[in-house]
């Protein structure tokens, strides 16, 4: 139990389901998060209410929103089940064994194209440790670091600001691509001003990719075309692969679906790594993760 007031102690359950229920809007969404019944969401809410004499949600139709007492308890809710996580992992580091479970957040790309082999490594090295993973955009799984709802997070890198930390681990070239047929597919070179030109299919505007390219783009004084966006590379790669626009793949996923153009002067690239929130102790589970990453940088490195 847990004192927020001088009435009764307050579940950390209770609050794991407020905090389900504020974040995702939906008592039934909460249940599916914490995978509990409906009914179940709802009776601990109900309980957390009571013991704190106040209304934390108003139910409008089918539109669930924090009440004034509601948001104000949010990033208290957030700070108290923090500390617990860390004080449990604290305790649970006393013990030498890698053990428990290790919650991950990995971007599409990283979890079909880098993580396999490193989970089949970890899993042969640690078999008692039990795996959550999760397969979010990049920002998103930024978020869920930030809001310590998993241990570390496995993606695109952008700019880190406290209380995030990220740690480069693979450089991920950027290519130009386009079908096979596509006009610029067969000259040799071609400049960043004829590829502005045609139609492109690349993620979304907010994400770390999206900026890249458009970034690059802009320091020539070019705009996007932007034909459609989508956050799968497997889709961008199959658009671009029927002809419908130019994209930017990493070399990974390069092959004789997609036509590589040729731009002198122009390399793009990303960082890929990990991310973990630095007011939070790492497992000992989470450690050897990140101890494995450290090696498959070094070797990246070389």
Same mark, same amino acid.
């Given at each position: =139990?847990?004192?927020?007031? $001088?009435?009764?102690?307050?579940?950390?359950?209770?609050?794991?389901?407020?905090?389900?229920?504020?974040?995702?809007?939906?008592?039934?969404?909460?249940?599916?998060?914490?995978?509990?019944?409906?009914?179940?969401?709802?009776? *601990?809410?109900?309980?957390?209410?009571?013991?704190?004499?106040?209304? +934390?949600?108003?139910? #409008? !139709?089918?539109? #669930?929103?924090?009440?004034?007492?509601?948001?104000?308890?949010?990033?208290?809710?957030?700070?108290?089940? !923090?500390?617990? $996580?860390? @004080?449990?992992?604290?305790? $649970?580091?006393?013990?030498?064994?890698?053990?428990?479970?290790?919650?991950?957040?990995?971007?599409?790309?990283?979890?079909?194209?880098?993580?396999?082999?490193?989970? *089949?490594?970890? !899993?042969?090295?640690?078999?008692?440790?039990?795996?959550?993973?999760?397969?979010?955009?990049?920002?998103?799984?930024?978020?869920? /670091?930030?809001?310590?709802?998993?241990?570390?997070?496995?993606?695109?890198?952008?700019?880190?600001?406290?209380?995030?930390?990220?740690?480069?681990?693979?450089?991920?070239?950027?290519?130009? /691509?386009?079908?096979?047929?596509?006009?610029?597919?067969?000259? !040799?070179?071609?400049?960043?001003?004829?590829?502005?030109?045609?139609?492109? /299919?690349?993620?979304?505007?907010?994400?770390?990719?999206?900026? #890249?390219?458009?970034?690059?783009?802009?320091?020539?004084?070019?705009?996007?075309?932007?034909? =459609?966006?989508?956050?799968?590379?497997? @889709?961008?790669?199959?658009?671009?692969?029927?002809?419908?626009?130019?994209?930017?793949?990493?070399? @990974? =996923?390069?092959?004789?679906? /997609?036509?590589?153009?040729?731009?002198?002067?122009?390399?793009?690239?990303?960082?890929?790594?990990?991310?973990?929130?630095?007011?939070?102790?790492?497992?000992?589970?989470?450690?050897?993760?990140?101890?494995? +990453?450290?090696?498959?940088? =070094?070797? $990246?490195?070389?």
């Amino acid at each position: =139990m847990y004192w927020i007031t $001088d009435r009764n102690p307050v579940d950390p359950a209770s609050l794991h389901a407020f905090l389900a229920v504020a974040e995702t809007g939906s008592f039934s969404a909460a249940g599916e998060r914490l995978h509990l019944t409906q009914p179940a969401i709802s009776k *601990r809410i109900a309980a957390l209410e009571s013991d704190l004499g106040r209304r +934390l949600f108003d139910r #409008i !139709g089918r539109r #669930i929103a924090p009440t004034e007492a509601g948001r104000a308890l949010l990033p208290h809710a957030r700070r108290i089940l !923090g500390e617990l $996580d860390d @004080t449990r992992r604290a305790l $649970d580091n006393l013990d030498t064994e890698v053990g428990g479970r290790l919650q991950l957040a990995t971007s599409h790309h990283i979890g079909l194209h880098r993580l396999p082999p490193l989970l *089949r490594r970890f !899993g042969r090295e640690h078999p008692q440790v039990a795996l959550d993973i999760r397969f979010l955009d990049s920002e998103q799984a930024w978020d869920e /670091v930030l809001h310590g709802r998993v241990d570390l997070a496995l993606t695109t890198l952008g700019p880190a600001t406290a209380p995030l930390r990220a740690v480069p681990v693979w450089d991920d070239p950027l290519e130009f /691509v386009v079908a096979p047929d596509h006009p610029l597919a067969h000259r !040799g070179e071609v400049s960043l001003q004829e590829i502005a030109a045609h139609p492109a /299919v690349l993620p979304d505007a907010g994400t770390f990719t999206h900026r #890249i390219v458009a970034e690059r783009l802009a320091a020539e004084g070019l705009a996007l075309r932007l034909r =459609m966006t989508s956050n799968s590379l497997e @889709t961008l790669k199959m658009l671009a692969s029927v002809g419908l626009a130019w994209s930017v793949l990493p070399h @990974t =996923m390069l092959d004789a679906q /997609v036509a590589v153009l040729r731009v002198p002067g122009v390399r793009l690239h990303r960082q890929l790594g990990h991310v973990a929130h630095t007011g939070r102790t790492l497992s000992n589970a989470a450690r050897a993760f990140v101890a494995m +990453l450290d090696t498959e940088a =070094m070797q $990246d490195d070389a």
